[in-house]
């Protein structure tokens, strides 16, 4: 009686090898060898194989090569072999057939093919992270290493498991690529679990951007599960670390006689969904501390008690929250309207003191330099 194992064997042989437009009778010997328990002679095995419906039958049984190294990987003439293609209906057959000579030791052929054959993907998941996070890795430095991703994955596949090479390879690729931007891309590299915070929280804020929302600091913090704090360390890191580039590099590669830090100017850097003063360059603080006095003087100047009152709140100049009429009115006892005539009539007279052209310039508010 023939073992139900044996039997189960063989009846998977199909699925092992599913391309019947070529098979190497090498492989075929065995995996039928390994499920008899006995060495079957390669006479049998291509009767077997024909039986099944296999055409083209490789019956070159020599021994396998070697396992390459990374010089082997580097020195591979890959022009050549990309013009040999097995016929196989989708690239997820093709990545099974290469897979499943690897697994017999036909290292050379197998694993080159599966590199070659999987650069594009290499390549599309590098492009998508040639701006992320404003790194200064080149697109053929995330494609090399990428591939060296590719590689992990190939060393590191099981066959048996029900899942598609390609699958299993984009994760290898993606995450070998964000850890060469975390360790490399950066001018000041950034601890792992803070790179993820600010990543994160990037994320969060672009998805209320595209919902037509402002973000808001409280409500993301609830959503992330994390607190005000580490929030407002991850945004400075976003921006002290994550948005510099290093002035010394040359500003062409072409022509390496200037640097970027020779026409630079001091840039403030917009932060989405927080403005705390360590966001901003410090001239510019400095710059908008005077108006903001000069302003407030004018006011305490020429404008009645409540006239003030109303300025002061409607603009935030006692916490940087601007009030809303009617949260002003229920303070002072008056009507939404009421409050909205005294504001107009305020902000007349103050136009009329600082629009002279000799002082203009003086009540300016001071904004972030663009460009140089």
Same mark, same amino acid.
């Given at each position: 009686?023939?073992?139900?194992?044996?039997?189960?064997?063989?009846?998977?042989?199909?699925?092992?090898?599913?391309?019947?437009?070529?098979?190497?009778?090498?492989?075929?010997?065995?995996?039928?060898?390994?499920?008899?328990?006995?060495?079957?002679?390669?006479?049998?095995?291509?009767?077997?194989?024909?039986?099944?419906?296999?055409?083209?039958?490789?019956?070159?049984?020599?021994?396998?090569?070697?396992?390459?190294?990374?010089?082997?990987?580097?020195?591979?003439?890959?022009?050549?072999?990309?013009?040999?293609?097995?016929?196989?209906?989708?690239?997820?057959?093709?990545?099974?057939?290469?897979?499943?000579?690897?697994?017999?030791?036909?290292?050379?052929?197998?694993?080159?093919?599966?590199?070659?054959?999987?650069?594009?993907?290499?390549?599309?998941?590098?492009?998508?992270?040639?701006?992320?996070?404003?790194?200064?890795?080149?697109?053929?430095?995330?494609?090399?290493?990428?591939?060296?991703?590719?590689?992990?994955?190939?060393?590191?596949?099981?066959?048996?498991?029900?899942?598609?090479?390609?699958?299993?390879?984009?994760?290898?690729?993606?995450?070998?690529? @964000? /850890?060469? $931007? +975390?360790?490399?891309?950066?001018?000041? #590299?950034?601890?792992?679990?803070? &790179? %993820?915070?600010?990543?994160?929280?990037?994320?969060?804020?672009?998805?209320?951007?595209?919902?037509?929302?402002?973000?808001?600091?409280?409500?993301?913090?609830?959503?992330?599960?994390?607190?005000?704090?580490?929030?407002?360390?991850?945004?400075?890191?976003?921006?002290?670390?994550?948005?510099?580039?290093?002035?010394?590099?040359?500003?062409?590669?072409?022509?390496?006689?200037?640097?970027?830090?020779?026409?630079?100017?001091?840039?403030?850097?917009?932060?989405?969904?927080?403005?705390?003063?360590?966001?901003?360059?410090?001239?510019?603080?400095?710059?908008?501390?005077?108006?903001?006095?000069? @302003? /407030?003087? $004018? +006011?305490?100047?020429?404008?009645?008690? #409540?006239?003030?009152?109303?300025? &002061? %709140?409607?603009?935030?100049?006692?916490?940087?929250?601007?009030?809303?009429?009617?949260?002003?009115?229920?303070?002072?006892?008056?009507?939404?309207?009421?409050?909205?005539?005294?504001?107009?009539?305020?902000?007349?007279?103050?136009?009329?003191?600082?629009?002279?052209?000799?002082?203009?310039?003086?009540?300016?508010?001071?904004?972030?330099?663009?460009?140089?």
């Amino acid at each position: 009686m023939i073992p139900h194992s044996l039997i189960e064997k063989l009846n998977e042989f199909e699925k092992k090898f599913p391309d019947k437009t070529y098979i190497k009778l090498l492989n075929a010997k065995n995996y039928i060898s390994e499920a008899i328990g006995k060495d079957v002679s390669a006479e049998h095995i291509k009767s077997y194989l024909i039986a099944k419906g296999y055409q083209e039958i490789d019956d070159n049984i020599s021994s396998p090569n070697d396992e390459l190294n990374l010089d082997d990987i580097l020195n591979m003439d890959w022009s050549k072999k990309r013009n040999y293609q097995p016929s196989v209906e989708s690239q997820g057959t093709l990545n099974s057939y290469y897979l499943n000579e690897l697994s017999f030791g036909d290292n050379t052929i197998g694993f080159e093919r599966l590199v070659v054959e999987n650069q594009k993907l290499v390549q599309k998941i590098a492009a998508r992270y040639q701006n992320y996070i404003n790194h200064q890795l080149s697109y053929d430095d995330l494609v090399s290493e990428g591939t060296i991703g590719l590689i992990s994955a190939i060393h590191k596949f099981d066959i048996n498991k029900e899942v598609q090479f390609s699958t299993y390879a984009v994760w290898w690729i993606r995450q070998k690529i @964000i /850890r060469a $931007i +975390i360790d490399t891309g950066t001018t000041i #590299r950034i601890p792992v679990y803070m &790179f %993820e915070s600010v990543v994160k929280i990037k994320r969060a804020e672009l998805a209320c951007l595209l919902n037509d929302q402002r973000p808001n600091v409280a409500e993301l913090c609830s959503d992330l599960d994390i607190n005000e704090e580490t929030y407002k360390k991850a945004k400075i890191v976003e921006h002290q670390f994550l948005g510099i580039t290093s002035l010394d590099q040359y500003a062409s590669t072409e022509e390496q006689d200037t640097e970027i830090g020779d026409f630079v100017s001091i840039e403030s850097h917009k932060v989405l969904g927080g403005y705390h003063k360590e966001f901003f360059n410090p001239s510019l603080l400095s710059e908008q501390r005077d108006v903001r006095d000069r @302003i /407030r003087q $004018i +006011i305490l100047e020429h404008l009645k008690p #409540r006239e003030q009152e109303i300025i &002061f %709140e409607r603009f935030g100049f006692y916490d940087n929250e601007p009030k809303t009429l009617e949260h002003i009115g229920q303070s002072l006892g008056l009507t939404r309207e009421r409050i909205r005539q005294i504001e107009a009539k305020a902000l007349r007279k103050l136009r009329a003191r600082i629009t002279r052209k000799e002082v203009i310039h003086d009540y300016q508010w001071p904004e972030q330099i663009i460009g140089g």
